[in-house]
């Protein structure tokens, strides 16, 4: 028999992402990131794959990182890459990377102008860091809550023909523009200010207007009131349009071809985080406002306004599919074969190239362009036995059907029992799906090699599954999740599968939380571990960066409705915990601040519960490095085999 992958081969496979196809429909770049484990990081290089030559390249080969590919109207490829720490956007100019921006706060992203003659680019704007930087150097370094405000603003810059970008950068360094005086740097701000932090924007096909999505701040609270805004090249004037908020805060906003629609996504019904959200199309000249995708009740991701359509992703329960809407209001499928999750796409003006990253029930994830992979990622799983995962149904409580991944042995005997681990995603709008596993946190292919079978539950309120199976955990977060979980679980002991003596279950953010419910909430589970979750509503909802998040599913704040906090909080049930605990969580989290992890570990201690706290020092809410991935592994891997197999 092969051998399964082990945790350092997984962590080991290039991750790929970001694939953008040029404009001729002959060359395809995306970004792979691979695993330095000497400097204990994650390198990121965008790659390039010309149909013609059957060639490949790599951008910034080396210590610099390279990502965000996007090509122009006239085939150039630009970059983002790393300078000093800072993004600065790259073009490839007769094969070599030439730096085309220089601004001191680095750029976030950036586009190419409608004419290839320049780029357009958000940056944090150096206004309010210059004057931080000059107050801590009188005072010391302090702050004030909700009064400092940062932003991003919108900028500009010319960029050459290749042979003047060559010539440029042969200059001495101290000889280029980068010290003219502000109206005569080569990057020019466009707008941007503390009532306008620009989410995203999108330049007309004529480049007379920019249309843009910009918040009174750059905090959670500020970015749900963002607004849609009309930008005037001519006479720099920014207007409001008259478009309802909220809108979804990703500040994806397109031009159509004609330049004479915008179309913008926004949440529907009750209009919180988790409610499905359309795309809203503006007629900028009839002021009329319509919703076309909104009868196929899941997100809808815009990719591209082509042009013969409108371009975009959806998820459709375990799969995820690439579609086009017509010009004349047709749903056309592009990539929609039962089976395929196309996570990204990217497609030209004229609609007649497609590139996305799609994997299959039974292949990786590789990048193709028109349906031909051009990477070969399967090389990495050929040799090795790997788990069988299938979609199974069942019943929870109140009725409502549940999904969820079976992931056994290939040679799995189901004439006896096994012990069952339970895993639970993040989001809570996220999902799991059938695909050759790639998880850097949990070892799923050792502990199925070890006997074990595992469930990944797409509980109440994951997508794929419609607007309303979304609000079913609405003031009810933990509670129903629970019993999405254990009426699985109930299933599988009812098939003869699963022991029920010997059950687990493990999760990372909102699942580490659903983890930490089951550990204080039922005595059912032999072990758990709680991976950057949540024990406490109120200690989340007072430190977190998202503020908004908990009153968009609970409803209130934790001061005028104190019992949906503590009905739907871990810690609110410690004192009935039993189960061994393993609890691993970042440091630096911003997401759930760590607070919460040593609230749950002082209370399960105080219990006289099992339970172990791991924390990673220095980082935030996911792991950064490949060695803490590897920790993160190990650790669940000893825990559950010394729990349920007495190792």
């Not at 390279?66 to 000093?84: E, M, Q």
């Not at 910009?214 to 959670?220: I, M, N």
């Not at 998202?546 to 019992?563: A, C, K, M, Q, S």
């Amino acid at each position: 028999m092969k051998p399964y992958l082990t945790m350092e081969e997984i962590i080991s496979i290039p991750r790929l992402s970001q694939p953008a196809v040029s404009e001729d429909g002959c060359k395809v770049a995306w970004v792979e990131t691979t695993t330095d484990w000497d400097k204990n990081e994650y390198p990121e290089h965008v790659q390039v794959y010309d149909t013609r030559t059957e060639t490949k390249i790599t951008l910034e080969a080396g210590s610099a990182s390279s990502s965000s590919p996007a090509w122009s109207t006239t085939n150039r490829l630009a970059w983002l890459g790393l300078r000093d720490g800072l993004g600065q956007v790259f073009v490839l100019a007769e094969g070599k990377p030439i730096q085309v921006t220089s601004i001191e706060t680095g750029v976030i992203s950036f586009q190419w102008a409608p004419d290839g003659k320049g780029i357009y680019f958000i940056a944090p704007d150096l206004k309010c860091q210059e004057a931080f930087e000059k107050r801590k150097e009188l005072y010391g370094d302090f702050s004030y809550a909700e009064r400092d405000r940062t932003w991003n603003s919108l900028y500009f810059r010319e960029v050459g023909p290749d042979e003047d970008l060559i010539k440029a950068n042969s200059t001495p360094k101290d000889l280029r523009q980068e010290d003219q005086q502000d109206d005569q740097k080569p990057e020019r701000k466009l707008f941007g200010d503390e009532n306008h932090h620009v989410l995203g924007f999108a330049v007309s096909p004529d480049s007379r207007s920019i249309a843009t999505i910009a918040a009174p701040g750059s905090d959670s609270e500020a970015i749900e009131d963002a607004k849609v805004y009309l930008f005037d090249m001519a006479t720099s004037e920014l207007k409001e349009l008259p478009v309802s908020r909220p809108l979804d805060n990703s500040g994806v906003v397109l031009f159509s071809p004609d330049g004479n629609k915008v179309c913008y996504g926004r949440p529907i019904n009750e209009g919180k985080w988790l409610n499905v959200t359309t795309l809203e199309i503006l007629d900028l000249k009839s002021g009329d406002i319509s919703r076309p995708l909104i009868d196929l009740d899941e997100c809808t991701f815009p990719v591209r306004w082509s042009d013969k359509g409108l371009v975009f992703a959806i998820q459709h329960r375990t799969d995820y599919y690439v579609y086009m809407m017509d010009n004349e209001g047709k749903i056309v499928p592009l990539l929609d074969e039962p089976g395929t999750v196309s996570l990204s796409a990217a497609v030209t003006q004229k609609g007649d190239s497609l590139a996305t990253l799609t994997a299959t029930r039974d292949k990786p994830f590789e990048i193709y362009l028109n349906g031909k992979a051009v990477t070969d990622q399967t090389r990495y799983y050929d040799s090795k036995t790997l788990s069988h995962k299938e979609v199974v149904t069942w019943q929870s409580k109140d009725g409502t059907e549940i999904e969820g991944i079976l992931i056994t042995a290939p040679d799995l005997d189901e004439k006896k029992t096994h012990p069952l681990l339970v895993v639970v995603h993040g989001g809570p709008t996220w999902a799991a799906f059938p695909t050759p596993t790639s998880n850097l946190y949990y070892p799923y292919e050792q502990f199925v090699e070890r006997g074990f079978i595992l469930l990944d539950v797409n509980y109440r309120g994951s997508s794929g599954y419609g607007d309303s199976f979304r609000k079913l955990n609405y003031r009810n977060l933990g509670i129903g999740d629970y019993e999405d979980v254990i009426s699985g679980v109930d299933m599988l002991v009812e098939k003869g599968l699963a022991d029920r003596e010997r059950v687990g279950i493990m999760g990372w953010s909102q699942g580490g939380y659903i983890s930490a419910m089951c550990a204080t909430y039922s005595t059912r589970f032999k072990a758990v571990s709680v991976g950057a979750g949540i024990s406490n509503w109120y200690t989340y909802y007072v430190n977190t960066d998202i503020t908004p998040f908990t009153r968009h599913y609970l409803g209130d704040t934790p001061w005028n409705d104190p019992e949906i906090y503590a009905k739907t909080s871990p810690i609110t049930y410690i004192r009935k915990a039993n189960t061994p605990t393993l609890i691993q969580h970042g440091d630096q989290d911003p997401r759930v601040p760590y607070p919460n992890a040593k609230e749950l570990y002082r209370g399960l201690k105080d219990k006289g519960v099992p339970v172990e706290l791991v924390t990673f020092k220095g980082m935030g809410h996911n792991p950064k490095k490949p060695g803490f991935h590897r920790a993160i592994m190990k650790q669940n891997f000893a825990w559950f085999c010394h729990y349920l197999l007495g190792e």
